[in-house]
């Protein structure tokens, strides 16, 4: 990352020096000003009168928290102590819509076989229909033996519904080689490129991803792939590469916005907070970030439909495969 010219703000007030160490940071190495269309100097000068020798830690803290608003970015977020505020709109929302402990219950015919710590869950909703639910993306090696295991099984299968709602992200690769496993031809997915200068349109060149046919067996028959706002960073990525396969469709809720690798950092007090310095589009060059990815068919749920023992989405998923929909 671009380290800031601290001898800039050494002779500061200390809530002035952290002020200015944050948004000199984010100017340097943010990597999503353009696309989002963000006025970052106009908002220094909204936010940086603010503060002076006298603010205090709690004053500042919710300046800090107002200024990094305006980026609408799940990704960034401040710490200090207990206290932690994040920019986008997963800070002021609960995951009430997806119940994994519901589809294990109502909807799998059978017990769910669990890989990993039960980051993979699987199983058959019929006995044509396979389903399976993985929560973060992460260790290639045990991954690729799993997804390696979920293939075969379902290798007879009418259709396969792959549930990415409620996965936090983790490690590209690992959502790209179960990608691999659904892919008919070698496609672009997505373009890639990181923030190396001081303006804001200073960037590497891009690195392109594309899915690919890899892996024991492909499955290239109707498969359905799940989403909503808790669908989030590398699980957007992994949604990139499904949805630009023909027998693929995507059904719920947009994902949550949230791409680019993350950097950690702290504030010359020790508060923590981290930023997306990477620019991630599809294969269109457009840029999803804020946004989320929107779904082919969108069906949500509400949180009285989870108590009430009814996830909507997966029971489309289950009617469009039976009818031959797909």
């Keep these: 990352m671009n380290a800031i010219d601290t001898t800039s703000i050494?002779?500061?007030s200390e809530p002035?020096?952290?002020f200015e160490y944050l948004w000199q940071t984010l100017d340097r190495n943010y990597g999503i000003f353009g696309p989002k269309r963000i006025n970052w100097a106009l908002l220094y000068d909204v936010y940086r009168p603010r503060v002076n020798s006298q603010t205090t830690d709690e004053e500042l803290i919710h300046i800090m928290a107002d200024l990094i608003g305006h980026l609408n970015d799940n990704h960034v977020m401040i710490k200090a102590g207990?206290?932690?505020?994040v920019s986008g709109i997963l800070g002021g929302m609960e995951?009430?819509?997806?119940?994994?402990n519901l589809i294990k219950s109502t909807y799998l015919d059978g017990d769910a076989q669990s890989r990993m710590k039960e980051r993979f869950n699987f199983g058959w909703?019929?006995?044509?229909?396979?389903?399976?639910?993985f929560s973060a993306f992460g260790d290639i090696q045990q991954s690729t033996t799993t997804i390696n295991e979920i293939t075969r099984e379902f290798k007879d299968?009418?259709?396969?519904?792959?549930?990415?709602?409620?996965?936090g992200g983790g490690d590209d690769r690992v959502g790209k080689l179960i990608a691999d496993r659904f892919a008919d031809q070698k496609r672009l997915y997505m373009c890639v490129s990181t923030r190396n200068g001081p303006k804001h349109d200073d960037f590497s060149a891009k690195k392109n991803w594309y899915v690919e046919p890899a892996g024991l067996m492909q499955f290239t028959k109707p498969v359905i792939v799940l989403t909503h706002r808790f669908t989030i960073s590398a699980a957007e990525n992994f949604v990139l590469a499904m949805r630009v396969l023909p027998h693929v469709?995507?059904?719920?809720d947009a994902t949550s916005g949230v791409f680019g690798d993350v950097a950690e950092d702290k504030l010359p007090n020790g508060w923590e907070f981290r930023y997306p310095y990477s620019l991630f589009v599809d294969r269109?060059?457009?840029c999803w970030e804020g946004i989320g990815i929107p779904a082919d068919i969108r069906q949500t749920n509400s949180k009285d439909n989870i108590e009430n023992g009814c996830d909507k989405v997966i029971q489309l998923a289950i009617d469009l495969i039976n009818v031959g929909s797909m």
């Design 157 to 167: 299968a009418q259709g396969i519904i792959v549930d990415v709602r409620g996965n």
């Design 125 to 133: 909703l019929t006995d044509s229909i396979g389903y399976f639910h």
């Design 284 to 286: 269109t060059g457009f």
């Design 82 to 85: 207990e206290r932690y505020y």
């Design 249 to 252: 469709t995507v059904i719920g």
């Design 16 to 18: 002035e020096k952290n």
């Design 10 to 12: 050494e002779n500061l």
């Design 95 to 100: 995951m009430e819509d997806f119940s994994l």
